[in-house]
């Protein structure tokens, strides 16, 4: 079975976002970019599926402008077999993305298609529930397990509000993953030489017959109203005598 | 202009993540309908008929929707939605699911986790773990819309008087199977409905150590909470956690003990009334967000504290 992992190059997560003076949007210059988390467990699942035997090649997709093909180097250290990258210079929003990765899909065919669960960037978690439907495919959202049965299902365990809720999908289908799936590996300096020569394959949506045009008009991007500076208190007896007195919440 | 919300219900009753949903639709305004899909679900409908503000509810009852599989419901939504110029849903782990699904079958760009209705096409969303905060304009015909809970007022739960309409659903998809359920039981309040919540991370440095927590919260009336480091080092299981991947919460008061206070987590939590960080390094980034801090180690704090609720 062929694996189709979607990887997206996102702020690094340990960076503080600042807002544009402008308010057109965050400062993107000059800040560290790295792959999003969610897709490195997707990511990380996907080769040990192929590690295990059930997957036979992983294709990493990326979507973006030219700097996105890193983010693909990054899967292919990891062990992806090949990469795709879709070029585009338009700010791409979920549904776009989900219409250029189903006619990725349409060519590559693969049994599987995993995703992260939310982008850490725009936070939409939306992009594999949008392509399972695009593609009439079955959809495992949040997982935190997979398990590929030889009868062409598959058993996935979803993190859902209140516990663990499993379900059991046809391939082919689409999986989100959730953090607690696995630890994704770090890449040897030897496999990101290697990655270094497997092929990256570039498409545009054009040719993909794709309109990527976002649906949504950012009006503005204002920072989050800042909190008042607290206290520090000196001990616990003076804690709860402000909590009750002074803050009035116990 | 009509409204359609997306029932978030256990079969026998409403949750209040819908009131707050429902409360998102007045904002936008026009007239309200609760879609209750479900199986043996006349209860939830009942009570989503009684939420006030609410017009009509339409309960889909059908085994195929039992578990709220994705695949069933947001084909029924779709079958729905040429009605509608708005569908909404509370970000829940199932609005989350089931949304998305149908926004793109409708052709339409979700707008996610929206916090504020500036305008019937113009809504306010967190982005980058809620550092940034954006304002979007929908072109789509039908907007489909997941609404942040925390940010709105529950709608209440009485006072309305809609009819219930029964409305035939599509059937199962037959693409999946609900297998089974692990539910954690807690006798304590819903995490992203408490008053009070009382969260430990790494700082806590065992599942054992919680139970001086439970023992706070429990005083308290307070659910229990914790850090993305609590729950990946097997603390507590993960639907405890607060943050950009976890709950979001805004309760009245968040106690934050041993917990460093990273993006991530501050958040889930950074909107709650009043912070109480305990931590016994005093430069932990927590201290920035807290009302209340108290620099000491939580294995003397926790116990004092516990001590102290009591008298």
């Known amino acids: ?250 | 202009m009509s409204i359609l919300v997306l029932a978030e219900h256990d079969n026998a009753s409403l949750k209040a993540a819908t009131l707050h949903a429902v409360t998102a639709a007045q904002k936008i305004g026009g007239e309200i309908h609760i879609l209750v899909a479900g199986s043996g679900a006349q209860g939830a409908a009942d009570a989503a008929a009684k939420v006030a503000g609410v017009a009509k509810v339409l309960l889909a009852d059908d085994a195929a929707y039992a578990h709220a599989l994705a695949e069933n419901v947001a084909k029924l939504i779709v079958g729905l939605a040429g009605s509608y110029s708005h569908i909404l849903s509370a970000a829940t782990v199932n609005g989350k699911n089931i949304l998305p699904r149908a926004a793109a079958l409708l052709d339409v760009q979700q707008i996610s986790e929206i916090s504020a209705v500036d305008s019937p096409d113009t809504f306010t969303r967190p982005t980058y773990a809620g550092n940034a905060l954006t304002t979007v304009q929908s072109s789509d015909k039908i907007k489909v819309i997941t609404v942040r809970a925390t940010a709105f007022d529950a709608a209440a739960a009485e006072g309305g008087s809609a009819a219930v309409d029964k409305v035939a659903g599509a059937g199962d998809a037959g693409l999946s199977k609900f297998l089974g359920q692990e539910v954690q039981k807690t006798e304590r309040p819903e995490l992203t409905s408490a008053r009070i919540v009382v969260s430990g991370g790494r700082g806590m440095q065992s599942g054992e150590n919680f139970k001086m927590l439970e023992e706070v919260a429990d005083k308290l009336g307070a659910a229990v909470g914790a850090s993305r480091a609590a729950v990946d080092a097997g603390f507590v299981p993960n639907d405890y956690q607060v943050g950009q991947t976890g709950k979001i919460v805004a309760p009245e008061l968040y106690v934050a003990v041993g917990i460093s206070g990273a993006i991530q987590h501050l958040a889930g939590m950074k909107d709650s009334k009043v912070i109480v960080a305990i931590n016994k390094d005093e430069d932990a980034p927590i201290f920035q967000v807290a009302d209340y801090g108290l620099v000491a180690d939580l294995f003397q704090a926790v116990p004092e504290l516990n001590k102290e609720l009591g008298k």
């Not at chain 1, 960076?15 to 308010?23: E, F, L, S, T, Y």
């Not at chain 1, 790295?34 to 979507?63: D, H, Q, W, Y």
């Not at chain 1, 949008?130 to 935190?144: K, R």
């Open chain 1, 1 to 250: 079975m062929k694996v189709l992992v979607a990887v997206k190059r996102v702020i690094d997560a340990n960076v503080k976002v600042r807002v544009k003076a402008d308010g057109t949007g965050v400062e993107t210059q000059n800040v560290k970019m790295s792959m999003n988390p969610f897709c490195e467990i997707a990511t990380e699942e996907a080769v040990r599926l192929k590690e295990a035997g059930k997957a036979t090649e992983i294709v990493a997709v990326s979507l973006g402008n030219a700097q996105c093909a890193e983010t693909i180097r990054t899967a292919l250290a990891m062990g992806a077999d090949r990469g795709i990258h879709v070029q585009t210079d338009v700010e791409l929003q979920p549904l776009a993305v989900a219409k250029l990765l189903k006619a990725v899909v349409d060519k590559e065919q693969p049994g599987l298609v995993i995703l992260g669960k939310q982008a850490i960037d725009d936070d939409a978690n939306q992009t594999g529930q949008m392509l399972s439907a695009l593609l009439g495919w079955p959809q495992a959202t949040y997982a935190s397990k997979l398990v590929i049965n030889d009868n062409g299902t598959a058993n996935v365990t979803r993190e859902v509000d209140g516990g663990l809720e499993t379900v059991e999908v046809k391939t082919p289908f689409v999986m989100t993953t959730d953090l607690r799936l696995n630890e994704p590996r770090y890449a040897s300096l030897p496999n990101i030489m290697k990655a270094k020569k497997k092929p990256i394959d570039a498409l545009t949506p054009e040719q993909l017959g794709v309109d990527p045009a976002p649906r949504l008009k950012t009006l503005k991007v204002t920072e989050p109203p800042k909190r008042q500076a607290g206290i520090k208190v000196g001990s616990v007896a003076e804690l709860v005598d402000k909590l009750k007195n002074e803050a009035k919440v116990i």
